[in-house]
């Protein structure tokens, strides 16, 4: 399987908006609080915001030529260098080692990014979400703490999980 990223274009947004309507568990795949942005136009008026403001990162993943996720890069700290990441992947894409490749290949965009070359990437996960920490562990992402009973997700609660990488433990 051929799996790449580019940057998110104006035409990925349909998508990436049916992907936010049609999944049913929406807040088990954020750190943040869950806001579903309704209707289409004012989606895509935030998104274009954020794309061309400078604010966020922005890739598709394709997988064999098809956009099947996106990953992003937000929360940029210019003085240490460092970035949070954030990663979603469509249903049908889940499972088949497609969040490990671009995963691997987002860190290598933004460790090597001309002129702003990143030193730390960090990721924040639920611990009931298994599939993303399968995915920051397999990348050599480090667990550097937790936020004890952090999320309630389904009347259950669990915990935060902190992840970082270092450039210098990164490995192409």
């Known amino acids: 399987m051929d799996i790449r990223l580019r940057p998110a274009q104006e035409r990925d947004l349909p998508l990436y908006y049916r992907w936010q309507e049609d999944e049913p568990h929406w807040e088990r795949y954020s750190c943040r609080p869950v806001q579903i942005v309704r209707p289409y136009p ?10 061309t403001g ?11 030529g098809d956009v099947v996720g996106r990953m992003v890069g937000f929360d940029e700290n210019p003085r240490n260098r460092s970035m949070e990441i954030g990663y979603y992947l469509a249903a ?3 499972g088949r080692g497609i969040g490990r490749a671009a995963l691997a ?32 562990e397999h990348a050599h992402f480090h667990l550097d703490g937790r936020l004890r009973e952090h999320y309630l997700i389904d009347g259950a609660w669990s915990d935060q999980l902190f992840y970082s990488l270092l450039r210098r433990e990164w490995r192409p």
């Not at 922005?58 to 064999?64: G, I, R, T």
């Open 42 to 51: 004012v989606f895509r008026a935030r998104y274009i915001e954020a794309l």
């Open 54 to 64: 400078g604010g966020e990162v922005v890739f598709s993943v394709l997988a064999d």
């Open 92 to 94: 049908g894409a889940r």
């Open 105 to 136: 290949i987002f860190a290598g965009i933004l460790f090597t990014w001309p002129g702003k070359e990143m030193h730390k990437l960090y990721a924040t996960t639920s611990s009931a979400n298994v599939a993303s920490i399968a995915i920051l």
